[in-house]
C-alpha cells in the first residue's frame, strides 16, 4: 500500500507539473516540465534527505557529542526492529523534529537544540519514537519527495507570474485564467496533496511511536510542549521552505494557527486526547519501553554548533 501510494502520488504531482508547464509555455512547455519533473522524481529518490537536511543545517551525532540522545535514538530503534538511522541535530530554538530517508536502511531522524532543551528524556523518547514509525511505516519517503515537488510547483507559479501564460494562448481570453491557474491553483494543489499525506499519517505514526516508546503520556506531554514552543518561537529556516512544514511533527511555521483548514497537521489536542486514551486502555506492549535517561545525570547531548544563535548561554533542561 505505501509503494502504491508512493506511485499515485509522484504520478499526481508530475502531471500537476506538466499542467502547469503548459499553461506557461503550451506544448513546448509541457514536454520541458515532464522531463524536469522526471529528473527531479530520480533525483528526489536519491537525494531529497540530504537536501532537506542541508535546509536546516543538520549535523550528525554520534555517542561522543550527543551520548544521551544517540542512546535513546539506539534504544527505540532496537524496540521497533529497526536498522540505526542516523541521527541529527540542528540548531534552532524552536522544539521541533523530523524523519527523512528513502527507507528503514537509510533514514535519518533530526531534532532541534530547542526540543533538547525543552523536554525531558522520556518525552524527547516519545517524539523519536514517532519519528521512527514514520520511518517504519515508510512515510519518510512519501512526504520527502512531496516537499521538493510541491516546492517545485510554487516555483512554477511564481515563473508564471513574471512571465506570463502560454504565448500559444495569447489571443485565448482562457490564456489570463491559465496564468491565475498556474499561479495560485497548482500550488494550492500541492499543498493540499501535503495535507492529506500528513494528517492522516500522524495519527498513525503517534500510535506506533507510542507502542515503540512504551508510554503513550510521554509523546502527549511531549506534543503539547513543542505546540507551545512552536506558536511562540519562529522557525526561519521552515519560514523559507514552508514546502517541508508537513515533515515536522508539529507545524513548524508561524501562520500554522491561522486557518485549521489549510493546516499540515491535523489539531494537537485531539492528537493528545487520542493518545491519553490509549493510555487509559491499557494497550498491549510488544516491545519493553526504552529506558529513561536519569535527569539528574548531566551529559553533552546539545552540542554547539556554532551559528550564533543562542549560543551566549547554555540550555536549560536535563540534557545539561
Not at 165 to 193: C, K, Q, W
Not at 273 to 280: I, T
Request: hydrophobic share 45%.
Amino acid at each position: 500500500m505505501n509503494l502504491m501510494r508512493t506511485a499515485m502520488l509522484l504520478a499526481f504531482m508530475t502531471a500537476l507539473f506538466m499542467f502547469v508547464g503548459f499553461l506557461i509555455g503550451g506544448r513546448g512547455g509541457m514536454i520541458i516540465a515532464f522531463l524536469i519533473a522526471a529528473g527531479m522524481n530520480f533525483f528526489s529518490y536519491w537525494n531529497a534527505d540530504r537536501m532537506v537536511l542541508s535546509a536546516y543545517r543538520a549535523q550528525e551525532v554520534d555517542e561522543r557529542n550527543a551520548p544521551e540522545f544517540y542512546r535513546i535514538v539506539r534504544d527505540l530503534a532496537r524496540n521497533a526492529g529497526l536498522p540505526m538511522p542516523k541521527v541529527y541535530l540542528y540548531d534552532n530554538p524552536q522544539p521541533n523534529a523530523f524523519a527523512t530517508g528513502r527507507n528503514p536502511e537509510n533514514a535519518a531522524v533530526a531534532a532541534s537544540t530547542g526540543l533538547l532543551a525543552a523536554l525531558s528524556p522520556e518525552e524527547v523518547a516519545g517524539v523519536m519514537a514517532h519519528e521512527l514509525a514514520h520511518v517504519q511505516n515508510r512515510d519518510t519517503l512519501t512526504m520527502t519527495i512531496t516537499a521538493t515537488l510541491a516546492g517545485a510547483i510554487s516555483m512554477l507559479g511564481n515563473f508564471a507570474f513574471f512571465f506570463g501564460g502560454n504565448r500559444e494562448n495569447n489571443n485565448n481570453p482562457l490564456g489570463f485564467v491559465g496564468v491565475l491557474v498556474a499561479m495560485i491553483v497548482a500550488p494550492l494543489a500541492a499543498m493540499l496533496v501535503q495535507m492529506a499525506i500528513s494528517r492522516t499519517r500522524e495519527y498513525s505514526a503517534d500510535r506506533r511511536g507510542a507502542e515503540i516508546c512504551g508510554n503513550p503520556l510521554w509523546l502527549a506531554s511531549a506534543l503539547g510542549k513543542i505546540a507551545r514552543g512552536a506558536a511562540h518561537v519562529p522557525n526561519y529556516d521552515a519560514e523559507r521552505n514552508p514546502a517541508t512544514a508537513h515533515m515536522f511533527i508539529i507545524n513548524p511555521l508561524s501562520g500554522e494557527r491561522m486557518d485549521n483548514l489549510f493546516s499540515t497537521h491535523p489539531d494537537t489536542e485531539n492528537r493528545i486526547a487520542a493518545l491519553q486514551e490509549m493510555a487509559r486502555g491499557g494497550f498491549d506492549l510488544s516491545t519493553p519501553p526504552v529506558r529513561a535517561a536519569n535527569p539528574t545525570r548531566k551529559s553533552r547531548s546539545v552540542p554547539n554548533t556554532g551559528s550564533g544563535r543562542g549560543d551566549s548561554q547554555p540550555p536549560k533542561g536535563p540534557w545539561s
